[in-house]
């Protein structure tokens, strides 16, 4: 397989991080919710402006991953006052973490809950955490392989429905 590489995306590259979040977004959930449900949730949370702030924010991050030369997947990663729920000064969250499913299942979440350890202990901070759609079985079964443990759980929204996330986390 080539190699995997991670490269930390700019304000240039917005319009290839929506597309690639719209596209490993739906790939991974049409089968799961509506077609009206996703396409609201999809407008939202990938608007423009929504992510050009995401991208503008100190404390949020945003990474491709490129098998070879071939787009493959991205992280968002978030500390300190940007993080959702948690909001802890000493945890960094993994907001999103998505492979497009030609890639899936060649070591690309591993490498890229390995930039999130490696951004943890730059930033000195003592865990990871993340939310996880609780009907999302395979993330789950990834996260536990990779020593995240459920601590609680928050609502979700998309589109019109409420959903329940599981929160887990990872001591570093």
């Known amino acids: 397989m080539d190699e995997i590489k991670i490269k930390q995306c700019q304000i240039s590259d917005l ?11 739906f790939d991974t959930f049409k089968e799961l919710c509506s077609e009206e449900v996703m396409a609201a949730y999809l407008q939202e949370a990938f608007d423009k402006d929504k992510i050009l702030s995401e991208i503008n924010n100190k404390n949020s991050f945003f990474y491709f991953v490129y098998v070879g030369e071939h787009l493959a997947g991205y992280i968002k990663i978030n500390i300190d006052d940007a993080q959702c729920d948690l909001k802890e000064q000493n945890g960094l969250e993994i907001e999103r973490i998505y492979v497009k499913n030609s890639f899936k299942r060649k070591g690309i979440g591993n ?9 943890a202990k730059d930033y000195k901070k003592d865990f990871i955490w993340l939310g996880v759609w609780e009907k999302n079985e395979s993330a789950i079964e990834f996260y536990n392989k990779n020593n995240f443990f459920e601590i609680g759980t928050h609502s979700f929204r998309m589109g019109d429905e409420i959903q329940n996330d599981y929160i887990m986390k990872k001591e570093i």
Do not use: Q
């Open 15 to 25: 319009n290839k991080l929506i597309d690639i979040g719209v596209k490993t977004y």
């Open 111 to 119: 490498a890229l809950i390995r930039k999130g350890v490696e951004m």
